[in-house]
């Protein structure tokens, strides 16, 4: 477990991007984290209650041991980590839909936790320190007005590239998708090849997906629940990207994915489709200033827009716990007015932007170098996703992608199909 | 069977003709020695096959999604739904290229190895074993193994390896869909684990066949080879031979643990376990539609089993 990096899994705020291949098993692990059923049945005293917490397994170093020592410092309940590898997703849902979930958790607000009554409304957690947060994060952690998710930590993903490798072919600027397509080209010689972008980008772009639907000025969903990209300019640019997926130039079939710096580590590649989290990580081979970071390019250079993908992970109280409130106490003191914790959790470990304002403003760490620009980055171009965007949309985006990508398919029928399908699961919502 | 009913049987007559006091008292503790042994294996199979099944079909005439106690009736519409969605009859398809390429393939390979097997004058144990061992393997394993070590994309995976050897490119395997290269993934991790298992039953068989058979060709003029194998060895393997294209085609049926292993929910490598799997059970949680996904799966394979029954005669395979 020490060291995990290469099985695990980093995941888009919201987006089930997880889609892709992973090269980790299923998530098998045990089902007996609901300390909650065998909690102190009422009376007792606040501290004979016991929670349940699950994490997905993050790939740094000392982040389980980290966890546990959060909630070991935590005096009105008894709680329990549970470090979840693989699938998190999909093991998640499950034991909230079966009752074997846990109390508190992490995760990516999405409206079928709400609409199932899984999830509680944590407004009053945040009451205090509302200004505290950015707006935009709020909403993006929020179902018809109510906060049903705490802001964790916010994690921008671009592409971190080799400074070493790109000034020896004189690459200074990378502004649109056309450009990145040639100088990945540039890049590949030999054994290094030029992006690395997932395990299986060549047929599903990797982590690319929503980015390229980004550069095109585009959304996944609009704010009053619509479709939120142009059929005939995404069409475009899949197919540009078509052409980088042909071309040869993609690190392709790793032993981890683009969400580990391994690669770019290794210089199988010049540049990688990563997280801001893997900064320490890629400096430390590459020292800070071997580092670079752009946003994924323009579609085009007129009406195309630069894109970070403003990932991260939210905090959530299981609304089927016996024990409510003292999971959302729990999940206040840790995720709201712990501010030492929430700092060694940012900064200690991977890189995350903290949601916290006043944290951020006073996180140095995030001040300077490669990490700085990321941060800086993030708050020009980064799009957050939006919590209506279900796992169902995403597999018939991601459907159409692969077709279209991976089998020639018809840009423009595919993902009118997908557009379809994505407003039939709209038209539920209602 | 017969074995054990004929002394039951003699008993019984014997107490019959002996007036015996009370056989009522005797054949009660039969009962509750019956029920004492069927009921633990009744309550299981109720509970965990019987129970899931039928609810499952209750659930797939309710919008199920987030829960499995639905109030929403929505009659045939989950089955509508799946009848006319691409995704699953997709998977349909790519389960049939599984079934086309795996289950010949399975069977070639593991009636080779048999005959070869069975030929060898020395240390036969050994090979039998050998052959047979990679049938405990996990899936799991075998496929993180076949992904991550021999069919790595990068230029230090084995199969890499010997193409580099050869002067060829890098290939990423599990991405390449044109040529289709992450067949060949697919179906070897499943041959090399299964393979062995149909072997056995193929020696087995093979041990079976009256070696008179063989010395009677002899002497009718049969020279040792492919003759005699097509006219003697393979017509009497017919009962093995029909099991194991049964017993290959019903395992190609229940894919799973590779494919989710080795290209988790990939559009193009999708059979319908997975599809059912993302859509039920994965993030989607969507147990209506899941369910009736399910069900119509399990009308196709009862449907092609009777199909694949009739044409190879199961029943005529014991004569």
Known sequence: MANASAFTRRRLLGGALGAAALGTLAACGSNSGTGSQTGGGGGGSASSVALSQWYHQYGEAGTQEAAKKYAAAYTDAKVTIQWIPGDYDAKLTSGLSSGSGPDAFEGHLSRSLVASGQIVALDDLIADVKDDYDPSDLVSSSIDGKLYALPM???????YFSKEALSAKGITAIATVDDLISAAAELTSGDVKGLFAGNTANVDLGGMQGPAIFSTGGTFLTEDKKVGFDVAKVSDVLVKLRTLAQSKSLLLGNDTDWWDPTALNDGLCAMQWQGMWAVPGMAEVLGDDGIGAFPFPAANATDGKPAVVKGGWQAFVNAKSAHVDE???????????NLEDQEDWCLNYGFHIPPRKSLAAKAEKLQSGVAAESVKLNTDHGIANSPEWTPAMQTALSDAVTRIIGKNADPEKELNAAVKKINSELAKIG | MAGTVAPATTRAAARTADQAPAPGRRLKGGRGAFWLFVTPFLVGLLLFVYLPIVWSAVLSFFNAQGTVWPTEFVGLANYATMLTDPAFINSLITFTVFAVLIVPITFALSLAMAVIVNRVRVAKAFFRSAFFIPTACSYVVASLIWKMSIFNGVRYGLANQ????????????????DPPTYWIVIVTVRLWLQSGFYMILFLAALQNINPELYEAAYVDGAKP?????????????????VSVLLLSLIAAYQAFDEFYNLLRTAEYARPPLVYLYNLALGTQQNFGLGSAGALILAAIIAIITVIQGRIFGFDRAED
């Open chain 1, 153 to 159: 930590i916010i994690d921008p993903q671009m592409i």
């Open chain 2, 162 to 177: 010997v193409l580099r050897f050869f002067g060829f490119e890098p290939v990423a395997w599990l991405s390449t869909l």
């Open chain 2, 225 to 241: 080879g492919w003759k005699i194998f097509r006219d003697i060895t393979f017509p009497l393997l017919r009962p093995t031979s």
């Open chain 1, 327 to 337: 999971a959302k106490a729990f999940t206040k003191w840790l995720w709201v007015d």
